[in-house]
């Protein structure tokens, strides 16, 4: 589902990125987890073909993100990726009902059909009594279950969670996990960036940065890291 190779980010002398391998397979649920200013959403933003990267190759569903034009890396992150923020990203005032259906906004369906497919996924993440609350009436766990429920909605084969409990507390927390488990097991690809260790410790596969490096994946082993992974390949 995503292959990065020797992926790079700077912003002028800052290196926020500093040469990433990782390949995510269709269908696994993992976390990166790293400390403040480690890279992670720099990272999340580079496998959601938000920003490119500076050296190296990002192939995300197949595709070559570099050989894309900006159209065709919007139209492959449309419906490929679903994304969830820590801060909901929910329009002031917009009920939750259309925050969903908007994100069919350019899909050809009429708006009675984009509000049927937002209500039935507003109902998918137990807000079916909630469809016309706006963002001031609802909690916190309820607004990031509506945005969970707007990334799903084109059923994208992979979704992006960046810091999505960091801005709850632990029962809205643990809801919004257990949605993400949900999604997993429906054969979505669940990406979850957290700074939170036990949240990491929990899922199948943890990948850790630290000052823009992989210095952990439980995938590979116990002393996994980029530079000692490339000496061993030597
Ligand atoms: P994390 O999400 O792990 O907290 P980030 O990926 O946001 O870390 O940032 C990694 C590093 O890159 C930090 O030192 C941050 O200050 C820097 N950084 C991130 N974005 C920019 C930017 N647009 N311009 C300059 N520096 C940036
Ligand atoms: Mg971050």
Known sequence: MVELAGVQQRYGDVVALGGADLT????????????????KSTLLNI??????????TVRIDGHDVAAL???ELSALRARTIGFVFQQFHLSPGVPALDSVADGLLYSGT??????RAAEAALRGVGLGH?????????????????????????????????EPT?????????????????LHRAGTTVVVITHDRDI???LPREVRLRDGRI???????????SAAGAEVAR
């Open 24 to 39: 995510v397979a269709r269908g696994e649920l993992l976390a990166i987890v790293g400390p403040s200013g480690s890279g």
């Open 166 to 182: 960091g801005a709850l507390d632990s029962r809205s927390g643990t809801a919004v996990l257990d949605l993400l488990h949900g």
């Open 200 to 202: 990491a410790a929990s």
């Open 130 to 162: 909630r469809l016309w609350h706006r963002p001031h009436e609802l909690s916190g766990g309820e607004k990031q279950r509506v945005a969970i429920a707007r990334a799903v909605l084109g059923d994208p084969p992979l979704l992006l969670a960046d």
């Open 69 to 71: 034009s900006d159209r």
């Open 110 to 115: 009429s708006r009675g059909e984009r509000r």
């Open 47 to 56: 496998m959601g073909t938000l920003s490119r990267p500076s050296r190296g």
């Open 215 to 225: 210095e952990h994946d439980s995938a590979h082993g116990s002393a996994y890291d």
